[in-house]
């Protein structure tokens, strides 16, 4: 007996055995071997998935198609807790990095900032010691809201 994993005009793929190769092709060109889904008799031999993963852009087409509906959704719920956070946070702009720093110091008391930051301040911040976070959502300066 032989084993043959065949597949439909439909793309049905199935599994049949055979007395031997030869009954397979025999029964093939007689219409005798159906579609067990949809009864097509245009049967092949289906390409065995191979057991090594594609590399490359076959892997990448492969991948699960993005939802941007709930990224969307859930890139809204952050921006929407963010917001409530920021409510009772003060927007000193690109005062930020200077601000921060002498909350950190004491020379200010503390309190809940947020503003703009280049990189570099950013990084020079953290190896101060001073915490602070980046912002999940881009915040847009209140002087450019209008
Ligand atoms: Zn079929």
Redo the contacts with the bound molecule.
């Keep these: 007996m032989i084993v043959f994993d065949l597949k439909?005009s439909?793309e049905?793929v199935f599994e049949v055995w055979f007395k031997s190769s030869s009954a397979y092709e025999e029964q093939r060109a007689q219409g005798l071997i159906a579609?067990p889904?949809?009864?097509?008799s245009t049967v092949t031999k289906a390409v065995m998935a191979p057991a090594v993963a594609p590399k490359g852009n076959q892997l990448a087409e492969k991948k699960a198609p993005a939802k941007p509906e709930a990224f969307k959704a859930a890139l809204a719920a952050i921006a929407q807790i963010q917001a409530k956070q920021l409510e009772t946070s003060q927007w000193v702009g690109r005062a930020f990095a200077e601000k921060a720093r002498s909350m950190h110091s004491g020379e200010t008391p503390e309190a809940p900032i947020h503003g703009q930051a280049t990189l570099e301040e950013a990084k020079a911040l953290v190896e101060e010691g001073v915490p602070v976070a980046p912002l999940l959502v881009p915040v847009i300066p209140p002087e450019a809201r209008n």
């Design positions: 439909c439909g049905h579609c889904y949809c009864g097509d």
